[in-house]
């Protein structure tokens, strides 16, 4: 059996364009409200990079390779540690009128987690 | 053999990576729901990151003896890399928001292109299909990589004025041209190697070189309020990046996830460009602000400016008072204090609601994330379609740091640079308070109309000392608390 990944020609679009229309539907219906942590969290996904930056590195046969794929794991894990930081912070300061906990500096309220406890 | 067991332990790990990615992303069409789906996402990305380490045993031979050397820079990469950009996300401040999210967007491009080099340099993309992908995709990962370090400079207010000089769209157009002959050249040559006038390394840098100096040059000229527009762009950009390096790595995974955010970012920034009445286009290659000049018709009125003390005991009189915030509310950092405000108007029985501009501040939702910074409940805020109608029989509009998005011109004057874009009726309030550092136009640079209404009043001063006087005043009258 060969597990080996080999996308081309067409395969390749229908992937693209699967992946286009799934992005759009789902950000679509993102309120206006969570646009900046939507932002921020889509930044993150695309820190995925890294992964593609740690392949480069590994495969490095020369100097230059290996500081250009070092330079690539370095920003992708930075884009990828960073958009997950400010997007958790941001998101754990949401909270409505029925929760008004106090405000804590370290985004890590319970009040968050109390709202999921209610409606799940 | 050997390669058989990581190849399906990446595939597997970098299918259900995927897969939580968007599973997350939809938990975020909420605000109940989303801390969980950011968290879902994360750990798709860790898992995809640990697996991806399963690539050392499938390394071609020639990289074989770099491989210890290789881990440990990896490692030490990722560390140093991660721990840099968590630490800085932590601790900065919610009002520097967008340059952060500008920096993390470049480090994506960066890294895009940076994968790119490799291949390129190392001669690993094979055939004319595999060359033009690698070279799309760092195009588009350079411009975006400097593009972005240059929205972060104007954001953090390094380069606090547009850059605009004569025959600039002529000039970066034939940058782009040169990139792209530059691209082509390289996929004919190392087609046919005979060809090359310089060695094939030489061509690649000087790639790179006009992909910067592309991103640098289309960025320098936008202004801070169109900022909005432009971080959603790059967010768009890095995501088809990635998903092109993606398609060249053969990982479905960085496929559909870059993918996924460039039509996230494609379809935020169609969202700004609206919230403006502007297209796209003429966000980035028009020179707006400078285009101004025209005559404007003689306003009515005067500017009427009041004291803060009065401003706050006239609203908490009022029974509504709906609030405006702006860039101006950041610039101060008077968010806490604003709601210290807010809440005291509240305990005077006084109903207090937020209404937010689609692009005031300078990323898309950046008020809204102030204001939840600062306790309010979202519940209290509402966006510009939802609120507009209650203006009318609100007795107080308080608008502070805002500007273009209540200017009345948009409505009236075809003449006018702003003219169709929506904006908040907050003239249609009974009362108007402006808290206003002084008596400048705003990021379009027209005279607002507002400013000089009658029912218009200005509170010049810093939001936040403005703020600090108002809530003074309102406790000095020693009113007794609404239950």
Redesign the interface.
Known sequence: ?D??????GFV?IY??ML??????V?????????????????????????????????????V???V?????????????????????????????????A??DAHGKSGS??S??AK?H | MLTLIPQLGIGAVDLAAAFLFLYGLHRMSSPVTAPSGIFVAGIGMAVAVLASFLYAFDVGAAARPNLPVNLGLAVVALLLGGGVAWWGGRKVAMTAMPQMVAIYNGMGGGAAGAIAAVELFGNKAQGATALVMTLLGALIGAVSFSGSLIAWAKLDGVINKPVRVKGQQVFNGLVLLLTVVVGAYIVVASADSAALILAMPTWIYLFFAFALALGILMTLPIGGADMPVVISIFNAFTGLAVGIEGYVLQNPALMIAGMVVGAAGMLLTLLMAKAMNRSVSNVIFTNFGDVVAHKQGKIKGELKPTQPGDAGIAMRYAASVIIVPGYGLAVSQGQGKLYEFVKLLQMGGVSVKFAVHPVAGRMPGQMDVLLAEAGVPYDMIFQLEDINDQFATTDVALVIGANDVVNPAARTDKSSAIYGMPILNADHAKQVFVIKRGEGKGYAGIVNELFYADNCNMVYGDAQTVLIKMSEAVRGLGLPAVA
């Not at chain 1, 992946?19 to 759009?24: D, L, N, P, Q």
């Not at chain 1, 309120?31 to 392949?55: C, D, E, K, Q, R």
Request: hydrophobic fraction near 50%.
């Open positions: 059996m597990f080996q990944i080999s996308i081309s390749a992937i693209f992946a286009a229309f799934a992005g759009w789902i950000i679509g219906h993102v309120p206006a409200i969570l646009h900046t942590p939507l932002m921020s969290g889509s930044n993150f996904v695309h820190g995925i990079v890294v992964v593609g930056g740690i392949y480069a590195l590994l495969n490095a046969s020369t230059q390779e290996q250009i794929g070092f330079v690539a794991v370095l920003f992708g894990a930075g884009n990828a540690a960073g958009g997950y930081a400010v997007t958790d912070r941001m998101l754990a300061m949401f909270r409505t009128s029925g929760h008004p106090g405000h968050v987690k709202i999921h409606k």
